[in-house]
């Protein structure tokens, strides 16, 4: 099993940033893709920005050149910094893991950002 804690959620004003960390309690090594969605009320939960072995990063097209992924293998953490924040960003974000075949998702972190 892999458990996954998010942090970093918050209010903020558009063109703002906030940094969302995604702390894994196996080793990052062992996952093999690790990243972001979000879910926006009323909507599906869709990809934000997703780390596969290789490695490769996709990123949504909504997010690219705002949004940036990246890894800290020490910690086991992934990490989300989103810059020039728009209101249209605002959702729950869930960062899933897939392990072996398995998927697991943390309990996902608000994210608001006010016009």
């Known amino acids: 099993q892999v458990q996954l804690v998010e942090s970093g959620g918050g209010l903020v004003q558009a063109g703002g940033s906030l940094r969302l960390s995604c702390a894994a309690s196996r080793s990052i090594f062992t996952i093999s893709a690790m990243g972001w969605y979000r879910q926006a009320p009323g909507n599906q939960r869709d990809l934000v920005a997703l780390?596969?072995?290789?490695?490769?990063?996709n990123y949504a097209d909504s997010v690219k050149g705002r949004f940036t992924l990246s890894i800290d293998t020490a910690k086991n953490t992934v990490y989300l910094q989103m810059n020039s924040l728009k209101p249209e960003d605002t959702a729950v974000y869930y960062c899933?893991?897939?392990?072996?075949?398995?998927?697991?998702w943390g309990q996902g972190t608000q994210v608001t950002v006010s016009s």
């Open positions: 899933p893991a897939e392990r072996l075949g398995r998927s697991y």
């Open positions: 780390i596969t072995s290789g490695p490769s990063i």
